[in-house]
């Protein structure tokens, strides 16, 4: 067990252009989530998958933000005409579905992604 | 999802138990309490999780009082490398996917 990995782990872009950060979950979990953490701040969350399917994308910050995950593996976070705003660190997590029973379900973070807009 | 309120800094020394205490008065009654711990460029990590009385392992214990409107993590015996940013989360299956975090608790260990 690999545990959840990102790519790339910094990314430095200018404002304007688009981005697009990777996740790779933990082999054999169905359920992959987007969060963004800025300083000082806890994780926000961001979007969901259940294998291939978007459950959950009503949070993600605006039309400018996107996810995919074809194949419900790996998942892509897109940021298109970033903004200074943007900047801030993109996590990854994942979980299986189903075991928690009536708890909380425990969720595997990946390392991040760092994005900074000049 | 219960709204938690935890101190925003602790400090302590090397050796010494710390108790970091999280209030969540709107607790629902299938609520789990869960404990995270972040290092600086990490992704947060479970460390902990309990809905009553006390919950131990090898990292942490959790206490949880009868009327479950607040909890508290100890760390025994902190080291330099428990230096990290703690959150307290509630919640439960029911209440979605989503982890809710606040702003955490930020524990400086000096030796």
């Known amino acids: 067990d690999t545990g959840v990995s990102q790519d790339p782990r910094h990314k430095i872009t200018k404002r304007g252009q688009n981005v697009t950060f990777r996740c790779d979950p933990i082999s054999e979990h169905n359920r992959l989530y987007w969060y963004r953490q800025t300083l000082g701040q806890g994780p926000e969350f961001l979007t969901y998958?259940?294998?291939?399917?978007?459950?959950?994308k009503s949070r993600l910050l605006s039309d400018r933000f996107s996810a995919e995950r074809p194949k419900g593996s790996f998942s892509t976070l897109e940021i298109q005409r970033t903004e200074q705003g943007d900047s801030a660190m993109y996590l990854c997590?994942?979980?299986?579905?189903?075991?928690?029973?009536?708890?909380?379900?425990?969720?595997?973070f990946g390392p991040g992604t760092r994005l900074l807009v000049l | 999802l219960a709204k938690t309120t935890q101190p925003i800094s602790m400090d302590s020394y090397e050796g010494q138990e710390v108790n970091i205490t999280c209030s969540h008065n709107?607790?629902?009654?299938?609520?789990?309490i869960t404990w995270y711990q972040q290092f600086p460029s990490q992704g947060p990590r479970f460390i902990i999780q309990g809905y009553k009385t006390k919950v131990t392992n090898e990292v942490a214990s959790l206490f949880i009082p009868a009327d479950r409107k607040s909890s508290t993590l100890s760390l025994p015996r902190v080291s330099l490398s428990d230096t990290a940013v703690y959150y307290c989360?509630?919640?439960?299956?029911?209440?979605?996917?989503?982890?809710?975090f606040g702003k955490g608790t930020t524990l400086s260990v000096s030796s």
């Open positions: 997590a994942s979980s299986v579905a189903g075991t928690s029973g009536g708890r909380q379900e425990t969720q595997y």
């Open positions: 709107n607790i629902a009654t299938n609520d789990y």
């Open positions: 989360l509630v919640g439960g299956s029911q209440a979605g996917t989503a982890l809710i």
């Open positions: 998958f259940q294998n291939e399917a978007q459950l959950e």
